[in-house]
């Protein structure tokens, strides 16, 4: 209770909603809907703040989680009004504590008109918005609110649109791949389970030589003790960890360290394959994956994308609403689009395209005028970050291993990268031809920012007012992923925890309702800026540390008096209220029925 009521004060007390992010997840067969607004504070400082983490609607349909989103913003209005009549009742007379709690008026849904709502890009999510703009619009009516007032902009996660083309691709070399080496799969016997997958490779490599992998039968350690043996200061690139969830594009960024360091994989393995005593599944699988000269090409292909493609996309999408300086906003993201449909349809007329290295990787230089943060970027990444060779950590003998992989990946000196460069380009052209089918689809919320689809959010169907008013807004839904991975956090680590309260720690922990300030007690390594003599910022204390001893002890009084509302709410969450909603089932003692815990009939639900 008191986590919302925080979240509430934040919000109603704002001076502007800016932008309102949803997303939905699963645990334990139950669905959960959360709720993160944007909002510009008093300060004039951009916030995301974490309404609820475990909203749960009646079904999974799009108009019951819209309305159960207008309802999480009565529940808070009701909150703050029970928190100021409490605070009343404790001290009145003063009313400059009333007035640090914002009324349940400040809650109203009308509020939200002008601002964004964010989502992924799911069916399902793209009614909820519709569904929900319509609930507004309604409140509004019932307002009396001017109809030329509402107002509310859509938008999606272009971190999702961005895996969109990633799984495309990767489906599209799979598939080709699994084609063309068909029968020379069906030679190699089944139990050593060989598949052309981008992603399953991804995998393997992680659970076999990743040193800090937690696959229990890989070899991290003896590989690592390999390369130090044996290759002591070559380059290296870290191995990317993908057993740990399922984007689509870990299998890309974790290409770019298999190309490099393939030829040190073969050789251990080769090595430990002989041996070995008894046969190991996984590591044959491997070396016979490796040595194929066409997943060599995949590999490659895969790892030209993620440099040219990937990682400009990532940087656009994760800093558009850092940029609204450079008068780029959430819409101007369409151009992205427009950019790489573009250079894949030339691609796709000519695949050596990919492996010109002048033409794929300045892309995106059209945007290097408007967005000098942008090109900085891409320079440091390329030409400037260093790695540790292997076997060395001393900071003077760094090397630019980011520089060194692209360069074999455009100029290979490797005599097997070499033989890739004819079906690489064969590939290149069918993965420009899907590229474009990405973006293109209608089916897929691509095609709305796709200038060549006619989309609706393109930049020749955008007018000048909507492109303004998209000016810092945030390109991405990762306030709601951030939210469920703090809610998962403390759902994996305590695992007798219910859903409730692992959603509302991780609320709690993501709205920072209680930080102290003690990280700058933790002595360890220093920051950049430390070694650099520049002035670092304390660290904002949390809210509930920031309220006067009155509003925190009248906080914390309504809460226990809310108490047993909360725990019902609670069980609820948890599915184990005693009651049910099949027809018939076994249910705890409740009115009407017996207490022994008998199996009842029921036909409606309680609660």
């Not at 009701?78 to 009145?92: G, I, K």
């Not at 440099?307 to 959430?330: F, M, Q, S, T, Y």
């Not at 290979?412 to 089918?437: E, F, H, W």
Request: proline share 3%.
């Amino acid at each position: 209770w008191i986590t919302k009521a925080l979240a509430a004060m934040r919000i109603g007390g704002a001076k502007e909603w800016k932008q309102e992010h949803t997303d939905e997840t699963s645990r334990r067969h139950k669905s959960l809907v959360n709720l993160v607004m944007t909002i510009i504070g008093n300060d004039d400082q951009l916030k995301t703040i974490c309404l609820s983490g475990s909203i749960i609607s009646r079904d999974g349909t799009a108009d019951n989680q819209a309305r159960s989103i207008i309802g999480q913003f009565q529940e808070s209005g009701r909150m703050l009004d029970e928190w100021r009549e409490t605070t009343a009742e404790m001290f009145p007379g003063r009313d400059h504590l009333l007035v640090r709690i914002p009324s349940s008026n400040s809650m109203c849904v009308s509020r939200m008109l002008r601002i964004q709502t964010t989502t992924d890009t799911c069916s399902t999510a793209q009614a909820v918005q519709d569904s929900l703009s319509a609930m507004v619009f309604e409140r509004c009516r019932e307002l009396n609110i001017p109809e030329d007032q509402w107002i509310m902009y859509v938008g999606f996660c272009f971190q999702h649109m961005r895996n969109i083309v990633a799984n495309g691709v990767e489906l599209l070399c799979e598939s080709e791949l699994t084609e063309l080496l068909t029968s020379d799969i069906e030679v190699i016997p089944r139990h050593l389970r060989i598949q052309c997958s981008l992603s399953n490779l991804a995998r393997m490599i992680d659970k076999e030589i990743n040193p800090r992998g937690d696959y229990a039968k890989g070899h991290g350690g003896d590989f690592w003790h390999f390369m130090k043996t044996y290759h002591q200061g070559v380059t290296w690139l870290p191995i990317i960890r993908v057993l740990g969830g399922a984007r689509q594009d870990g299998s890309f960024e974790a290409a770019l360290p298999l190309y490099l360091g393939r030829k040190f994989i073969v050789q251990y393995l080769h090595r430990t394959l002989c041996s070995n005593k008894k046969e190991n599944i996984l590591q044959t699988n491997l070396f016979i994956v490796l040595e194929c000269v066409e997943m060599i090409v995949q590999v490659r292909v895969a790892s030209i994308f993620f440099i040219a493609v990937i990682v400009p996309w990532r940087w656009l999408a994760g800093k558009c609403h850092e940029l609204a300086h450079n008068d780029w906003g959430e819409k101007d993201m369409a151009r992205v689009c427009d950019i790489v449909y573009e250079a894949f349809r030339e691609v796709e007329a000519d695949g050596e395209k990919l492996l010109d290295e002048d033409f794929i990787m300045n892309i995106f230089s059209p945007l290097y005028v408007k967005l000098p943060e942008f090109k900085q970027y891409l320079d440091w990444y390329f030409e400037e970050k260093q790695s540790y060779p292997v076997g060395i950590k001393k900071d003077e003998e760094r090397i630019l291993a980011i520089d060194e992989a692209r360069a074999e990946l455009f100029y290979p000196t490797q005599a097997c990268n070499r033989q890739t460069n004819d079906y690489s380009i064969v590939l290149a052209a069918k993965v420009g031809n899907r590229v474009c089918l990405e973006l293109m689809d209608p089916k897929k919320a691509l095609h709305y920012y796709l200038s060549a689809a006619d989309g609706k959010f393109s930049v020749k169907n955008t007018t000048e007012e909507v492109r303004k008013a998209s000016l810092g807004m945030r390109a991405n839904n990762d306030p709601s992923e951030g939210n469920f991975g703090c809610f998962s956090e403390a759902f994996q680590y305590c695992r007798g925890m219910g859903l409730g309260e692992a959603a509302y720690l991780g609320q709690s922990r993501y709205n920072k309702d209680n930080y102290r300030g003690g990280s700058a007690l933790v002595t360890g390594k220093r920051s950049k800026a430390e070694r650099d003599g520049d002035e670092i910022d304390a660290q904002e204390l949390g809210l509930f540390h920031q309220l006067p001893s009155e509003l925190t002890d009248s906080l914390v009084l309504t809460a226990k008096r809310q108490a047993e509302t909360s725990r019902r709410l609670r069980d609820l969450i948890r599915g184990c209220a005693g009651w049910t909603r099949y027809v018939v089932g076994w249910q705890k003692h409740s009115p009407g029925t017996h207490p022994s815990g008998s199996p009842v009939a029921r036909t409606e639900s309680h609660g």
